[in-house]
């Protein structure tokens, strides 16, 4: 009865990994889409992102650099005074030379499920790269293209070479995927929706703007 329940409990992880695996690309070879997602994972007590959320957010610098986005759209917990993810994730990316208007902040990402509707519901992303851990991304984009959102994604890989919080990253995607079936099937609202935010087609309206001075100018 119990390796019943094991093998019944990994089918969702299995569903999840198999549904995604044409849609997960390393950063050299990931598609290009006019946003990237990065997804938040805690700061630290200095208000400073922590090791996970730095890798994602490095991810972001790598693509935005290299011209595979255009936009950066920062999803966190924001829900409690004193503790803003997003806005450390904003500051970061500012930091590392992501110009300002190229980076929004939605501040309700309070679930992987709840920052991907958001994302489509109100900041009208239709095609994304959705960044965060290797372990979490096969959820992560199951999750977004449910959401309605043409995602593929960039996973860090930066915690393989420890190998226990590999290991406990990966196990906990197990029940994770379970609860994400179900989120697949009843598609619940988010924590809060709100109204429709017109910050990330500002952000691609002035990268479309920039490049085509970049262009007339190159033509002159």
Known sequence: MAAAFTVLACVPFVWVLVSTDGQRHTAGSVPDR??????????RPDGLPS???AQRLE????????????????????????YNETDAMAEYLVGRGVPGDRVVGDYAGFSTWDSCVRAREVFGVEEATVLTQDFHLP???????????????????????????????????????VAALGTVVFRPDPAFLGDYESGVDEALAGAAEEAAGAEGSGRS
């Not at 006019?34 to 700061?43: H, N, Q, T």
């Not at 290299?66 to 936009?71: E, L, M, P, T």
Request: proline residues 3%.
């Open 51 to 53: 090791h996970l959320l």
């Open 59 to 82: 991810l972001a610098v790598e693509l935005y650099e290299a011209g595979s986005v255009q936009a950066v759209l920062v999803t966190g917990d924001n829900g409690v005074e004193h």
């Open 34 to 43: 006019p946003v990237a997602i990065v997804l938040g994972a805690g700061v």
């Open 139 to 177: 959820r992560a984009v199951r999750l977004c293209r449910a959401a309605g959102i043409d995602t593929v994604g960039v996973g860090d890989s930066s915690l393989r070479e420890r190998r226990t919080a590999t290991v406990y990253g990966w196990a906990r995607e197990v029940p994770a995927a």
